[in-house]
């Protein structure tokens, strides 16, 4: 498993998101290291990570993947922060071994009240697309950078790099097995994290949201922020599904404020 690493301080472990890598976090990492040492990962199966066969890619399976790094880096505990289905992984993670996980920021998390992609991981996951998919995908770069402005409410803001960034993973062998394979599981990896959160309620959590999500629900926030005793939301408005992308320096303010803050809010 590959993993950058800066800062020091408490730990901060950062996850993201099914088409991302660290990569996604090259605007977080230089501002929260300066209070944390901060490891951003790529999960394995994507990124620049090992793929390997047979790879157990179950919601359930990813947790405890992440779990074992922790243990591999030598972490008892550590924040957690997730976007997307990271997001997802990081509830997961923290409802298998609570102990393990101080906070929790939670951006734009795949969740069960969001009906968003449900029909795209069905189609996608089909026995008889997902071969063709996965023949033809890495070579669709015209469809990549549709993807990537939709994901932003602004595309103005895409910065120069970032579709070459993200892409750059893609023409490894086997880079889209692991998206497609965690789409076969989708609903019930979503039942079975609804079945999981009464274990985080104690967990305090930070959840960030873009108002222009289209990716993840917004509208779902309120319901996942009824999960946790103690929990903030905040929401940025214009903004799409990427929020560290988009609007990095309000990003950055936001989670540093938080994992500075080690008392909470």
């Not at 301080?9 to 660290?22: A, E, Q």
Request: aromatic content about 10%; some cysteine.
């Amino acid at each position: 498993m590959r993993y950058l690493r800066a800062g020091s301080g408490p730990p901060l472990v950062l996850l993201h998101g099914l088409l991302g890598y660290s990569f996604s976090w090259r605007y977080a990492i230089p501002t929260l290291a300066e209070c944390a040492t901060v490891y951003a990962v790529d999960m394995l199966g994507v990124g620049f990570s090992d793929r390997p066969p047979g790879l157990d890619c179950c919601l359930r399976g990813s947790a405890e993947r992440l779990l074992a790094f922790m243990d591999a880096a030598s972490l008892p505990s550590s924040d957690l922060l997730g976007t997307s289905h990271g997001g997802a992984v990081a509830m997961a993670a923290a409802a298998l071994a609570p102990e393990r996980v101080e906070r929790l920021i939670l951006v734009a998390p795949v969740n069960l009240w969001s009906a968003h992609g449900s029909q795209m991981a069905a189609f996608l996951s089909d026995p008889v697309v997902a071969p063709f998919f996965l023949r033809m995908a890495p070579f669709l770069s015209v469809i990549h950078g549709v993807l990537l402005r939709r994901l932003f409410g602004d595309a103005s803001r895409i910065r120069p790099g970032a579709l070459q960034g993200y892409s750059a993973p893609f023409q490894i062998p086997g880079a889209f097995n692991y998206g497609v394979s965690v789409l076969r599981s989708w609903q019930r990896d979503l039942q079975e994290l609804e079945s999981l959160l009464p274990r985080i309620r104690q967990i305090p959590a930070l959840v960030i949201w873009g108002s222009e999500d289209r990716a993840v629900d917004p509208k779902s926030a309120s319901r996942l922020m009824k999960a946790f005793d103690c929990a903030r939301l905040i929401q940025f408005d214009g903004v799409g599904h990427l929020p560290y992308e988009e609007v990095p320096d309000l990003f950055n303010q936001a989670v540093l404020q938080f994992v500075c803050d080690r008392k909470g809010f």
